[in-house]
């Protein structure tokens, strides 16, 4: 059995601080680290405060890396900075500088864990939004595909679903919206767990096929038993 600490969509917020300090072992953050809220929801974090709260997470994953299992994921907002599409509250004058800082967290677009202590293993995939047969399909793509994508240029990852107001019938793993999750096929029989659907959620929505966590707070998963509960110290 292992516990996972999961911290959903950071936006330049510190709320990932006192967990990830008092955490030993696995953790993954679901991306969207910068390209705060500050400019349109009060009580918010600007450009200024998200960019310092940037490099102090990456020190962090920098220093912990060295004794524990840190996964950084990449989120819709991340992949901007490396080939210039799809921009959203996208930080203009210290993009060179947050593009760098990004880069360091090593950012991947999903992660696989498999606990084999049930009698049945309990098999969990993260990712940003949300994995489905259905976009891999349009795309001719298998899960391990997504390994050799070039985040550079303009891929799959950059299809935007009609509810996020894009032009695709599916969004990608890093733009796939809820309600689109929701009505297609998950990626085989994996427990999928992700973020990016905020719409100024308090509290997250568990399921017993998903769990969609970007409401500011740091979860604990229990890989042994399914429960996926709010972190306290």
């Known amino acids: 059995m292992t516990k996972i600490l999961i911290i959903p969509d950071v936006h330049g917020r510190n709320f990932w601080k006192e967990s990830c300090n008092n955490w030993e072992g696995k ?47 990449l989120g819709n907002h991340e992949l901007p900075y490396f080939n210039g599409n799809g921009k959203c509250r996208f930080d203009y004058w210290k993009q060179k500088e947050v593009k760098e800082l990004i880069n360091s967290l090593s950012p991947q677009l999903y992660y696989i864990y498999e606990d084999l202590t049930p009698e049945v293993p309990h098999k969990y995939l993260f990712s940003h939004a949300g994995v489905t047969k259905n976009w891999l399909g349009c795309n001719n793509l298998e899960l391990k595909d997504l390994d050799n994508i070039d985040i550079t240029n303009l891929s799959p990852l950059d299809q935007i679903s009609y509810s996020r107001g894009g032009y695709n019938k599916y969004g990608s793993c890093v733009w796939n919206d809820l309600n689109d999750f929701q009505l297609q096929t998950p990626y085989k029989d994996y427990y999928q767990i992700f973020g990016h659907t905020w719409g100024g959620r308090t509290k997250p929505l568990i399921t017993d096929k998903y769990a969609m966590l970007d409401c500011c707070k740091p979860f604990v998963l229990n890989t042994e038993t399914k429960q996926i509960e709010e972190w306290i110290l």
């Open 27 to 73: 953790i993954v953050f679901l991306g969207d680290y910068h390209d705060p809220y500050g400019e349109y929801v009060d009580g918010e974090p600007d450009k200024s405060e998200s960019l310092t709260n940037l490099k102090e997470l990456v020190v962090f994953v920098k220093n912990k890396r060295h004794t524990s299992d840190i996964i950084c994921l």
